[in-house]
């Protein structure tokens, strides 16, 4: 099954795991790559938790007692560790973002590649709402401030206003009637236009932005003093959300002063700035050009 090659590998685990017998979570098991690098670093004693809301993940499980496979949003990362009773983790890694496979399968919807399928794009197929209900349902309003947020699309009001006009005439089912519906509005590259909408309308209908808040709120929860949290993002948003967090704590970044005036830190970067694939990984993984890594430790 065809995931994409893990980014930033050596870079993220690296910085990850700093006790070869202490406990880990891939919160983005995917394909596994991340996964098995950690193992490969751990000793008999180390363990690993990997979580994946995608039941086709699962098909990828790694044949080892050190591994622990979670079928769940990385949103229920507190609740799940309490039930395997671990009282705390030494470190989280997340690999963000959609992985070549969802890409690459027509049926799951998440491209523009393939216009005869249904518009699906829900990261965990046990999902109810798909694509077509929220291009169905929401209003122009909703529209308009999902792509402005999550496409940084310029004309999203123009685009918006078309999918209504168009919906009421004709549904809105397959990738191939967005596509119709989306070229008198495109400005710039098609391709990139086209990126930013089915970006957007992924990142809404999966709730990413909201769900990776969660993630990292309960990072902080699980996470031991000196405990590491190691993030991979792919756009801007998710980046600034990450930072933001390893700064002060919530995703706003809002500094919380305690009673003193003093300012609560609850994580110190490890990296002074942000980390970057290679040339060489980017010309061997295209995917890899627009990833970010962000390390921090517990205080």
Partial sequence: MEYHNPVLLKESVDELVTDPDGVYVDVTFGGGGHSREILDR??????????????????????????????ANFCFLERFLKLLKVDGVDGVLGDLGV???HLNAPERGFSFRYPEVKLDMRMNPLMEETAV????DYSEEQLVAIFSAYGEIRNSKTLAQEIVTQREQRGIETVGDLLQVL???I?????????QVFQAIRIELNDEMGTL?????????????????VIIS???????????????????GEIVKDDYGRHEKPFKSVIKKVMVPSGVEIRKNNRARSAKLRAAVKN
């Fill in 133 to 136: 209900d929220l291009i169905r």
């Fill in 213 to 229: 808040e969660e993630m990292l709120s309960q990072s902080l929860k699980v996470l031991k003093k000196g405990g590491r949290m």
């Fill in 187 to 195: 400005r710039g590259s098609r391709n990139r236009y086209l990126a």
């Fill in 234 to 252: 792919y756009h801007s948003l998710e980046d600034r959300m990450v930072k933001n967090f390893i700064k002060s704590g919530n995703a706003e």
């Fill in 183 to 185: 070229e008198p509005v």
């Fill in 42 to 71: 751990l000793s008999d004693k180390g363990r690993l938790i990997a979580f994946d809301q995608d039941v086709d993940a699962h098909k990828n499980s790694i044949d080892d007692d050190r591994i622990e496979m979670v079928h």
């Fill in 99 to 101: 992985s070549s496979f």
